[in-house]
């Protein structure tokens, strides 16, 4: 079993800066996939940016990439989203979310923390 305890999040005004962290514990193993969905009122749950710890492989939604960067910090066992030039669009729940492999279908991924909120305003 793994739990995800996620934090940071918060209210900002636009271009504003947030940042996320997620820490897990528990059975991980040594390949997964981790990172954040979020979900804003009546859209889908959509996947942020993610790594893979196999290959340190990156991925970010294409509305998000050069404005947000996911690192881990292994000696803390941390995974960090640095949120910079934040916009209206970008408010919603956040959820750490981690599984075997990286996908966009939030159906795939196995745990999920219990999400902090992000609100910008303009």
């Known amino acids: 079993q793994v739990q995800l305890v996620d934090s940071g999040g918060g209210s900002v005004q636009t271009g504003g800066s947030l940042r996320l962290s997620c820490a897990p514990s528990?059975?991980?193993?040594?390949?997964?996939?981790i990172g954040w969905f979020r979900q804003s009122p009546g859209k889908e749950r959509e996947r942020v940016a993610s790594?893979?710890?196999?290959?340190?492989?990156?991925y970010y939604a294409a509305s998000v990439k050069g404005r947000f960067t996911i690192s881990r910090d292994t000696a803390k066992n941390t995974l960090s989203l640095q949120m910079n030039d934040l916009k209206p669009e970008d408010s919603g729940m956040y959820y750490c979310a981690a599984g075997n492999g990286c996908y966009n279908d939030p159906k795939m991924v196995v745990y999920w923390g219990q999400g902090t909120q992000v609100i910008v305003s303009s």
């Open positions: 528990g059975n991980t193993g040594s390949r997964y996939c």
């Open positions: 790594i893979f710890t196999g290959n340190d492989n990156i």
